[in-house]
């Protein structure tokens, strides 16, 4: 089994920064990629960033050059520091990890229960 456990959500004004954090725990016998995704009411659940095997990362157009998505690989913890924050940028983001929890060498998927980012003045 495989938890993840997200923190770092809140209300911030325009233009303010915030930093997500997800930590995986449980049995996990190898790691393919750990991301975020957000998502609003009414909306399809989207990629924020997302951070693959020994590091390439991927960023949707709307937040590149003010996210960051890093990694601890020691700690199975991804991170998500958020500059810049916009109106738009309100949304609960879940965490996702891409891995083998099972330990038969497929790559599973799993997430978070989310965290609400609220950006308003």
């Known amino acids: 089994q495989v938890q993840l456990v997200e923190s770092g959500g809140g209300l911030v004004q325009p233009g303010g920064s915030l930093r997500l954090s997800c930590a995986a725990s449980g049995s996990i016998f190898s790691i393919y990629a750990m991301g975020w995704y957000r998502q609003v009411p009414g909306k399809q659940r989207e990629l924020v960033a997302d951070i693959i095997g020994g590091g390439r990362t991927n960023y949707a157009d709307s937040v590149k050059g003010r996210f960051t998505i890093s990694r601890d690989n020691a700690k199975n913890t991804v991170h998500l520091q958020m500059n810049s924050l916009k109106p738009e940028d309100t949304a609960v983001y879940y965490c996702?990890?891409?891995?083998?929890?099972?330990?038969?060498?497929?790559?599973?998927?799993?997430w978070g229960v989310g965290t609400q980012v609220t950006v308003s003045s």
């Open positions: 996702r990890l891409g891995g083998d929890g099972r330990g038969d060498g497929r790559t599973y998927y799993y």
